[in-house]
T-cell receptor, first 111, second 111 residues
Framework: EPEVTQTPSHQVTQMGQEVILRCVPI?????FYWYRQILGQKVEFLVS????????KSEIFDDQFSVERPDGSNFTLKIRSTKLEDSAMYFC?????????FGSGTQLSVL | GQSLEQPSEVTAVEGAIVQINCTYQ??????LSWYQQHDGGAPTFLSY????GLEETGRFSSFLSRSDSYGYLLLQELQMKDSASYFC????????????FGDGTTLTVKP
C-alpha cells in the first residue's frame, strides 16, 4: 500500500530555533494536512493544503508556522521560532477517498 | 465549532466484543471516521460512515446515526493486538476539510 513518509523521525532543537519538518504525501493525493499530538492527548488539526495554498488553519497555526509544497512531491512544515510548547509529535497526512493516510510522524523536542 | 465525546478507557477480555461510542456536535458534517493508534505509532484508518447504518470490515464494524449525532465502533473477537487507542473523527463538508478528532478511547484487551 502507498505510504506517507516523514523525515526526520526525531528532531531536537533549542527554543527560538527554526525547524523544518518534511513529508512526502502519496503521489496521487490532492489534499494534504499537518496534525500534531502532544503525548497522551488527541490528534489536533493544524493546517490543510490544496492546490498550492492553505485551505484551512487552526488557531494553533499562528504566524510562526508556514507550509510549502516546494516541488511536486515534498510538503513541509516550518516553525520559525520554536517554543517549549511546540514539543509534540507532528503528523503529515494526505487524503484519498475520505481516508486520511498518516505518516509515521516527527517527534519534535524543544529544549 | 466541533466537539466529540468518547469514553476515555475500555477494558475487555480476549475473544469478547466491545463497543466504543462517539457523540458529536458539529456544523457541516461530512462523515464519521475511526482510527486506531498503537503506542508510538501513527493513526491508521479503520472505517468511515457518511450515511446512516452499519459498515462492516472484517472484525470491525462502525455505525452512524446522523439524526442522533452518534456513532460507534464495534470490535469483535478481540485479540491482544487490538489493545490501542481508538479515535472517532468528524470530517467537514469540503473536500479539503479538516477532520476533528475526539480525545480517544484506550482499549485494553486482557487474556
Amino acid at each position: 500500500e502507498p505510504e506517507v513518509t516523514q523525515t526526520p523521525s526525531h528532531q531536537v532543537t533549542q527554543m527560538g530555533q527554526e525547524v523544518i519538518l518534511r513529508c512526502v504525501p502519496i503521489s496521487n493525493h490532492l489534499y494534504f494536512y499537518w496534525y500534531r499530538q502532544i503525548l497522551g492527548q488527541k490528534v489536533e488539526f493544524l493546517v490543510s493544503f490544496y492546490n498550492n495554498e492553505i485551505s484551512e488553519k487552526s488557531e494553533i497555526f499562528d504566524d510562526q508556522f508556514s507550509v510549502e509544497r516546494p516541488d511536486g512531491s515534498n510538503f513541509t512544515l516550518k516553525i520559525r521560532s520554536t517554543k517549549l510548547e511546540d514539543s509534540a509529535m507532528y503528523f503529515c497526512a494526505s487524503k484519498g477517498r475520505e481516508k486520511l493516510f498518516f505518516g509515521s510522524g516527527t517527534q519534535l523536542s524543544v529544549l | 465549532g466541533q466537539s466529540l465525546e468518547q469514553p476515555s478507557e475500555v477494558t475487555a477480555v480476549e475473544g469478547a466484543i466491545v463497543q466504543i461510542n462517539c457523540t458529536y456536535q458539529t456544523s457541516g458534517f461530512y462523515g464519521l471516521s475511526w482510527y486506531q493508534q498503537h503506542d508510538g505509532g501513527a493513526p491508521t484508518f479503520l472505517s468511515y460512515n457518511a450515511l446512516d447504518g452499519l459498515e462492516e470490515t472484517g472484525r470491525f464494524s462502525s455505525f452512524l446515526s446522523r439524526s442522533d449525532s452518534y456513532g460507534y465502533l464495534l470490535l469483535q473477537e478481540l485479540q491482544m493486538k487490538d489493545s490501542a487507542s481508538y479515535f472517532c473523527a468528524v470530517g467537514a463538508n469540503t473536500n479539503a476539510g479538516k477532520s476533528t478528532f475526539g480525545d480517544g478511547t484506550t482499549l485494553t484487551v486482557k487474556p
